[in-house]
T-cell receptor, first 113, second 111 residues
Framework: KAGVTQTPRYLIKTRGQQVTLSCSPI?????VSWYQQTPGQGLQFLFE???????NKGNFPGRFSGRQFSNSRSEMNVSTLELGDSALYLC????????????FGPGTRLTVT | GEDVEQSLFLSVREGDSSVINCTYT??????LYWYKQEPGAGLQLLTY?????DMKQDQRLTVLLNKKDKHLSLRIADTQTGDSAIYFC???????????FGQGTELSVKP
């Protein structure tokens, strides 16, 4: 079974631009969560989607948004990029209503210049 | 809020056992996890334990949970150079799928 895939793997953007990252969960998984990883703050939860509904949200500004499609694929969007948004963005998928086994993708490395 | 703490570094010799420790504050934890991250890669789920268990063994990995002290440990038997990585402890509380991660412990295995 294929794992979680994330595209693109690497991205360079300029301050003020916006970016969309994509995540395809493991086949059959219905929950997708997003995390930001930085050297300073570590791994921080962004949001979680289940069956196209946002189920949980972390403490990030409204510039960070996401959505989930009917095939469980998810996208996250960051508008008005800031230098501090440079990070590894990780997506995790899990099967059911209780996301107790979360499998991570390889991440998208975003660099904001 | 919830917090998870880990020591930052551990160095062992190849063939020795490694023990990575973690403490957490959330009294409503349901599951606790160990993830491994190699350079340039995502997180690999190694093992996890339900909060009403005190031990779980999976091949070379042994997880011990002391719920009273909110202490979790991961023991890796016969540590190999391929085990060199950063190990993250994570806590799944009662907020859906939100994992709270520790800072990660960098394990260095010397031949």
């Amino acid at each position: 079974k294929a794992g979680v895939t994330q595209t693109p793997r690497y991205l360079i953007k300029t301050r003020g631009q916006q970016v969309t990252l994509s995540c395809s969960p493991i086949s059959g998984h219905r929950s997708v969560s997003w995390y930001q990883q930085t050297p300073g703050q570590g791994l921080q939860f962004l949001f979680e989607y289940f069956s196209e509904t946002q189920r949980n949200k972390g403490n990030f500004p409204g510039r960070f948004s996401g959505r989930q499609f009917s095939n469980s694929r998810s996208e996250m969007n960051v508008s008005t990029l800031e230098l501090g948004d440079s990070a590894l963005y990780l997506c995790a998928s899990s099967f059911g209503t209780v996301s107790y086994e979360q499998y991570f993708g390889p991440g998208t490395r975003l660099t904001v210049t | 809020g919830e917090d998870v703490e880990q020591s930052l570094f551990l160095s062992v010799r190849e063939g020795d056992s490694s023990v990575i420790n973690c403490t957490y504050t959330d009294s409503s934890s349901t599951y606790l996890y160990w993830y491994k991250q190699e350079p340039g890669a995502g997180l690999q789920l190694l093992t996890y334990i339900f909060s009403n268990m005190d031990m779980k063994q999976d091949q070379r990995l042994t997880v011990l949970l002391n719920k009273k002290d909110k202490h979790l440990s991961l023991r890796i038997a016969d540590t190999q150079t391929g085990d060199s990585a950063i190990y993250f402890c994570a806590d799944l509380g009662n907020q859906g799928g939100k994992l709270i991660f520790g800072q990660g412990t960098e394990l260095s295995v010397k031949p």
